[in-house]
């Protein structure tokens, strides 16, 4: 299995509203990522966890909650979003903090925010 | 703060012709350098990557890119460019435990 896999592929939520993002990888690999892609610009790191321990975060509001439960599994939570966090929700995984063999990316949560 | 500079951000060229993307990073030190490519409305994949050795790197689909360390360059090439390739091009830095991404180049490529 070579594949990071997201769940949902689509999501409307409404502002009040609460919802999660699931990531997962059977690779075995021990970082994990998530970043953010509005149309037409480059992915933003918002979040880096290595062995399961946050190690990065990219001083993203506390509207956005991630989770990583275990090593192949991450979540982003999310709670009273803005019509402005509607984007591409990336998760990505990689062989430890490296990063050499660089990152293996999901296909991505479009969220929007009405 | 480290950063990646993609000056071309729209490309357009007719099948067959010669391709050439342009990346340029800030840091000085060691970096590990890659080009990833996201097809339209699919993930991004790894077209290559640059650790050390051979500043001539093969990457997949044909493409090869060059490191050129006196000029902070990374540049993707490749010689005959297909329809198929018609996508957005990013190149990337890791560095400090961070994968930085440029700005991207949209490439068209017209039959």
């Known amino acids: ?114 | 703060a480290q950063s990646v500079s993609q000056h071309n951000h729209h490309v357009i060229l007719s099948e067959a012709a010669s391709l050439e993307l342009g990346c340029n990073y800030s840091y000085g030190g060691t970096v590990n350098l890659f080009w990833y490519v996201q097809y339209p409305g699919q993930h991004l994949q790894l077209l290559l990557k640059y650790f050390s050795g051979d500043p001539l790197v093969k990457g997949i689909k044909g493409f090869e890119a060059e490191f050129i360390k006196s000029k902070f360059s990374f540049n993707l090439r490749k010689p005959s460019v297909q329809w198929s390739d018609t996508a957005e091009y990013f190149c990337a830095v890791y560095n400090t435990d961070k994968l930085i991404f440029g700005t991207g180049t949209r490439l068209q490529v017209f039959p």
């Open chain 1, 1 to 114: 299995d070579t594949e990071v896999t997201q769940t949902p592929k689509h999501l409307v939520m409404g502002m009040t509203n609460k919802k999660s993002l699931k990531c997962e990888q059977h690779m075995g690999h021990r970082a994990m990522y998530w970043y953010k892609q509005k149309a037409k610009k480059p992915p933003e790191l918002m979040f880096v966890y290595s062995y399961e321990k946050l190690s990065i975060n990219e001083s993203v509001p506390s509207r956005f909650s991630p989770e990583c439960p275990n090593s192949s599994l991450l979540n982003l939570h999310l709670h009273a979003l803005q019509p402005e966090d509607s984007a591409l929700y990336l998760c990505a995984s990689s062989h430890g903090e490296g990063g050499v063999y660089g990152y293996t990316f999901g296909s991505g949560t479009r969220l929007t925010v009405v």
